[in-house]
């Protein structure tokens, strides 16, 4: 069964200090992984679409990496603004466009 | 990437009663589909939208409950019908796009409370 599991469920850094979110995934052929930004009661942004291992996406101080068996979301120097919900989700190339989402990674940067 | 407007955006609603959900796009897509994010947990696919003809809904979700329809390839309605507080939760339209027309991208939502 496809299944997606991010890490850790919560996150708090300060301004400034460099972390990374983890999401591990189990896919039965992976056609795209997809990294989006969520905040409170508002629907999911979307960030980064990656497609096989070794491929890396930026956006400003956010940077996305996959292996075969997960996906890293590293944030760079963040700040406060930087605070929501990180999403992970992947889609089975067998699947149609059948999404899976992780629990996401609330993450709190504090001035 | 299409803009994405749903409505209500929030609405407190009563036991037993039925609201719908309208979801417009700015362009034609030919992909839509409707997820439920109940509170503090992620997102869960009801049913993918069909263009005139039902939808296609996922384990655990029935057409009874979550009526929905496509006319056309810019709108989409859900209905939760008989909602209980165990429906309170965002409702999010979203749609395929991009140069693979995988990646999908959601409205805003609409955060409904059954009280």
């Known amino acids: 069964e496809d299944q997606v599991t991010q890490s850790p469920e919560a996150l708090r850094l300060q301004e400034g200090e460099s972390s990374s979110l983890n999401c591990s995934y189990t896919v039965s052929g992976l056609r795209g992984l997809f990294w989006y930004r969520q905040d409170p009661g508002k629907g999911p942004e979307f960030l980064f679409t990656?497609?096989?291992a070794g491929e890396e996406k930026e956006k400003e101080r956010l940077k996305a990496t996959l292996t075969k068996k997960e996906s890293f979301l590293h944030i760079t120097a963040p700040k406060p603004e930087d605070s929501a919900t990180y999403l992970c989700a992947v889609q089975a190339r067998t699947g149609g466009f059948k999404t899976i989402f992780g629990a996401g990674t609330r993450l709190f940067v504090k001035a | 990437s299409a803009v994405i407007s749903q409505k209500p955006s929030r609405d407190i609603c009563q036991r037993g009663t039925s609201l719908t959900i309208q979801c417009q796009v700015d362009?034609?897509?030919?992909?839509m589909f409707w997820y439920r994010q109940q509170p503090g947990q992620s997102l869960t696919l009801i049913a993918t939208a069909n263009q005139g003809s039902e939808a296609t809904y996922e384990s655990g979700f029935v057409i009874d409950k979550f009526p929905i329809s496509r006319p056309n390839l810019t709108f989409s309605t859900l209905t939760v019908s008989n909602m209980s507080p165990e429906d309170s939760s965002i409702y999010l339209c979203s749609v395929t796009e991009g140069v693979d027309g995988n990646t999908i991208y959601f409205g805003e939502g609409s955060w409904l409370t059954v009280v």
């Open positions: 362009s034609q897509v030919t992909m």
């Open positions: 990656l497609y096989s």
